[in-house]
């Protein structure tokens, strides 16, 4: 095939659409599943992109309307050019999702941050984020706003994660690479709001799955695992982690929906620990606030008890607070039944 079969496009110098054919057609060849035929791509592109720049089609023999296989093209056929005279071309590949690794990345993360048992464990996104394959990606300014866009609409982060993620990416902060008005993606308002300390669920109600639907596809994993290493998949070992994530990610793929609703399910469990915490807060607010107001009714009941007492000429030091406390009520009894009867009479001269 010549250069534009392989892009699937007619011959163009139009580079805008050079790049698009090529992000369109590396989604077609992934390098671990078809690398000679991704080989072959990534020549087709550099000669057309080669072309395009020169404005000069009938330079390459590559670009001719033959049937040319890129992978069988002899030395003959290539144009003789001095080493020192070939022209240098640079082009930034971090703008172009070559074969489709952008949308392959955020795909594997929402599930990965959808699993409580990885989104807060550390080995999870330091394995994951420095794969080779998805690395470099975070060189790209508008990917790595994307990738805090991202997190921002996952809940159930721990605030540790949020501070290892954001240390992650200042790592790619160069003066080349900052936005227009200067800002960086860690400064999104939303981002750093998670950042903040604040009232969360302990990690025993947050980082598991809670519906038996959930736990029984997490059991199903780690029981795999467990069998084929002959003994008990440990989530705490950076190794134990990573073969999880491995096979998570493999039955995880061919049912997103399923893990969407499962995620969906753990956010509602959340919700009802999240109310159920705060009625018992209110609770013991509430409560407290009582025993205040009875410790305080009760000191002051004492001291009354104690002035009266000594209006008496009775010794307080003689009887224990229980009895002067009786004693104040007998009294407040008394009195209240006094005011009563004088109520009473006023009433009786008045109809008198």
């Given at each position: 095939?010549?250069?534009?079969?392989?892009?699937?496009?007619?011959?163009?110098?139009?580079?805008a659409k050079i790049k698009s054919a090529y992000a369109r057609q590396a989604k077609l060849y992934h390098p671990e599943e078809h690398p000679e035929e991704f080989k072959a791509l990534q020549k087709a592109y550099k000669a057309a992109i080669q072309m395009a720049r020169s404005r000069n089609p009938q330079t390459f023999?590559?670009?001719?309307?033959?049937?040319?296989?890129?992978?069988?093209?002899?030395?003959?056929?290539?144009?003789?050019?001095?080493p020192?005279?070939?022209?240098?071309?640079?082009?930034?590949?971090?703008?172009?999702?070559?074969?489709?690794?952008?949308?392959?990345?955020?795909?594997?993360f929402l599930l990965l941050a959808r699993n409580p048992y990885l989104r807060n464990n550390r080995y999870t996104w330091e394995y994951f984020l420095h794969l080779d394959i998805y690395s470099r990606l975070f060189e790209n300014t508008d990917f790595r706003m994307q990738f805090v866009q991202a997190v921002c609409a996952v809940s159930g982060w721990r605030r540790k994660?949020?501070?290892?993620?954001?240390?992650?990416?200042?790592?790619?902060?160069?003066?080349?690479?900052?936005?227009?008005?200067?800002?960086?993606?860690?400064?999104?308002?939303?981002f750093r709001l998670k950042k903040l300390p604040h009232l969360r669920l302990p990690a025993f109600f947050m980082d598991r799955f809670w519906?038996?639907?959930?736990?029984?596809?997490?059991?199903?994993?780690?029981?795999?695992?467990?069998?084929?290493?002959?003994?008990?998949?440990?989530l705490e070992m950076k190794s134990d982690v990573i073969r999880y994530i491995k096979q998570y990610l493999i039955d995880a793929e061919s049912k997103e929906d399923f893990v969407e609703h499962l995620h969906r399910r753990w956010n509602v469990q959340q919700?009802?620990?999240?109310?159920?915490?705060?009625?018992?807060?209110?609770?013991?607010?509430?409560?407290?606030?009582y025993s205040a107001q009875k410790r305080y009714q009760e000191a002051e009941d004492l001291m009354r008890a104690d002035y009266l007492m000594r209006l008496y000429g009775?010794?307080?030091?003689?009887?224990?607070?229980?009895e002067q406390l009786m004693l104040l009520k007998e009294y407040d009894w008394d009195w209240e039944n006094a005011e009563r009867a004088i109520d009473d009479m006023l009433e009786r001269y008045e109809n008198w």
């Open positions: 095939m010549n250069i534009w079969e392989w892009l699937g496009i007619p011959q163009t110098t139009d580079i023999d590559m670009t001719s309307g033959q049937s040319v296989d890129i992978h069988e093209q002899s030395p003959e056929q290539k144009p003789e050019q001095r020192e005279e070939r022209p240098e071309y640079s082009f930034d590949y971090s703008g172009v999702d070559s074969y489709g690794d952008k949308e392959r990345f955020f795909k594997q994660t949020i501070l290892y993620l954001e240390t992650f990416l200042l790592a790619f902060h160069t003066a080349q690479n900052a936005l227009a008005d200067g800002r960086r993606e860690t400064e999104l308002w939303k519906e038996k639907e959930g736990r029984d596809f997490h059991r199903q994993i780690h029981a795999k695992l467990s069998r084929e290493m002959g003994r008990e998949l440990d919700i009802k620990w999240a109310a159920a915490g705060f009625m018992i807060f209110l609770a013991l607010v509430l409560l407290n606030r009775l010794e307080a030091e003689t009887y224990t607070e229980e």
